[in-house]
């Protein structure tokens, strides 16, 4: 029998997930001159790009350009984009590993992670993912609805999500209309009354989660103040009488949240830094505090789905892996063909970028495997197969959407199906 990865019986590898990492896994996987692989991507969504198309700030449009690289990984020989499907349901990992030699689970983190305060579900208490996908048109977030009548939002947490939700709240007409935003969360927060949005940090701001760009961004925007004690620049800095006003807290945690069937105040608990295992940690000094306010976005991090069929570390919400190779369990060796990268691998942490490093060492290690021949034993390899299952199964899963992923064939078809 010839070699996997040899022109004979070329690689095989399906990648479940089509974001950063999973296309960052595919462009190593195709690039790789020795090696004769094909790689199918599947995603859920009809639409690639994950977090790119999803989560980034619709006012960040450089950092969304990063999709011209994966436009270009997407045309390599051997690449093959399966939107709508759903691995857990339309197709399982067990069919996969009848179809493919390696698996490679580039999911990401696809829920928030809870407070756990008493009132956290009260009406006008939203994740901040969910307002993320909202706004930025996520399929998932349609339906959802954004009170935005009240004079005060709290956002809780301040990593990049807090900085981006904060500045989304914040953006005047004149810059929301240069995004993409989604036409119904324009419509509503053209309309906002919101005037003020506090961010709780619950250390102090040497800890903070934001990244400096981030930061001073805030401090550029049209019409909304940044009022932060602690921080120098800042401080220094006279609010200029703009009609909103970003106020940055530190060492304050959210206690409870109140409100007569709906979000009406925040208590909040004055913390004090105490190191622990080499750690600066928040710890409550007993102090409350109360904030009436109208909507409070949770914005404490993701955390990952488990999926049929695959090892999760339930405690740190991923995939049970080391170094990119899923593990059977904590202490057992490596499920043979299955891989992870992205969040899922790692957790959701870094940016777009850092999926691109996380990427290579998982690919390293599956090319590895390649050259070992440590790699699942499909019963049918051939790419038809996929494809003929995926017919089985039925409309509207059983159809490919090979290679569809330029924004210009997207807008193609919109306008033949608008037209006509
Ligand atoms: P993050 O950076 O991990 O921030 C989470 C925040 O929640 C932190 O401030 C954390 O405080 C706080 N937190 C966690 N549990 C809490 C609790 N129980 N009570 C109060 N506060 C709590 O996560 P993220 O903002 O979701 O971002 C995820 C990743 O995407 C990050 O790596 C981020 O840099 C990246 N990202 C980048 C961009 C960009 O480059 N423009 C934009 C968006 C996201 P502690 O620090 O005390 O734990």
Redesign the pocket.
Known sequence: MSKIGSPESPLRVAIVGAGPSGFYAAEHILKGEDMHAQVDLFDRLPTPFGLVRGGV?PD?PK?KSVIRVYEKTAARDGFRFFGNVKVGHDVEVEDLERLYHAIVFTVGCETD?Q?GVPGEDLPGSHAATAFVGWYNAHPDYADEHFDLSCERAVV???????M?VARMLALTDHELRQTDTADHAIEVLDAKKVREIVVL???GPA???F?NP?IRELGEMEDADVIVDPLREFSQRQPEGKRQRIVLRFLV??VEIRGDGKVEKIVIGRNELVEEDGTLR?RDTGEREELECGLVLR????TGIPIEGVPFDEKRGLILNEGGRVLDSHDSGHKVGHYTAGWIKRG????IGTNKKDALETVTHLLADVESQTLLRPASPEPIAVEELLAERGEPHGRPRVKFVRVEEMLDTLGEKISG
């Open positions: 700030a960040h950092i992670r407070l809780i947490g301040n990593g990049n999500v807090a981006d940090g619950r250390r800890q903070a989660a990244t981030e945690s959210p928040a914005s404490v991090g993701y959701p942490s870094g940016v």
